[in-house]
């Protein structure tokens, strides 16, 4: 298996322009998490979701965040509009719904937003 | 979740173990010690994960003390490549619904 892909890798943009990040979970994984990495705030979960159903946003920091999972193989967290403090790299991870679990983390995208 | 203590940097002689310790003194029973690391500009890494017993794989071995307060990760034979930041988090997960918090972790150097 390719593991997690996302995309791009590298985004650089200025503020105000819309951002959409891009993930692609290992298959047959049920569970898919955003996270943000920070040097201040370490690294952060965003939102999750199960089956494709978003169950805890509640690290989601502003109306200007959003994330959808249309299909078990997608999912996109968009910013819009972009700010330099959401300047970061974002990382998605997916895993099975099963206790104990285990994430596997994609590559990330680091994004710059001037 | 409970919360977990790390020292936030150590430093290991390549060849020996490193041993990371990591204080949970708030776990319940039904939460489970995880280990993950980050190497630089790559996404964290899972290593181990354990309940009550002792656990080792390909990787490391995970020491969880009897009152389950505390654990240790033991990376036998420490190379350059395991420089990174390691990070302890205990997650319950029994009722389908969590938020890992990896915390800040501990920065490992292997040095020559």
């Known amino acids: ?114 | 979740d409970a919360k977990t203590t790390q020292p936030p940097s150590m430093d290991c002689a390549e060849g020996r173990a490193a041993n990371l310790p990591c204080n949970h003194s708030t776990i319940s029973g039904n939460e489970y010690v995880y280990w993950y690391r980050q190497i630089h500009s790559q996404g964290p890494q899972y290593i181990i994960h354990g309940l009550k017993n002792n656990e080792t794989n390909e990787m490391a071995s995970l020491i969880i003390t009897e009152d389950r307060k505390s654990s240790t990760l033991i990376l036998p034979h420490a190379t350059l490549r395991d420089t990174a930041v390691y990070y302890c988090i205990v997650r319950d997960t029994s009722g389908g619904s969590y938020i890992p918090t990896f915390g800040r972790g501990t920065s490992l150097i292997v040095h020559p």
Not at chain 1, 12 to 20: F, I, L, P, R, S
């Open chain 1, 1 to 114: 298996d390719a593991g997690v892909i996302q995309s791009p890798r590298h985004e650089v943009t200025e503020m105000g322009q819309e951002v959409t990040l891009r993930c692609k979970p290992i298959s047959g994984h049920n569970s898919l998490f955003w996270y943000r990495q920070t040097m201040m705030r370490g690294l952060e979960l965003l939102i999750y979701f199960n089956n494709n159903v978003p169950i805890d946003d509640s690290g989601m920091p502003e109306d200007r965040f959003s994330a959808k999972m249309p299909n078990a193989s997608f999912s996109t967290l968009k910013i819009q509009p972009s700010e330099p403090r959401d300047s970061a790299v974002y990382f998605c991870a997916s895993s099975l719904v099963q206790v104990p679990d285990t994430q596997y983390f994609g590559p990330g995208t680091r994004l710059t937003v001037l």
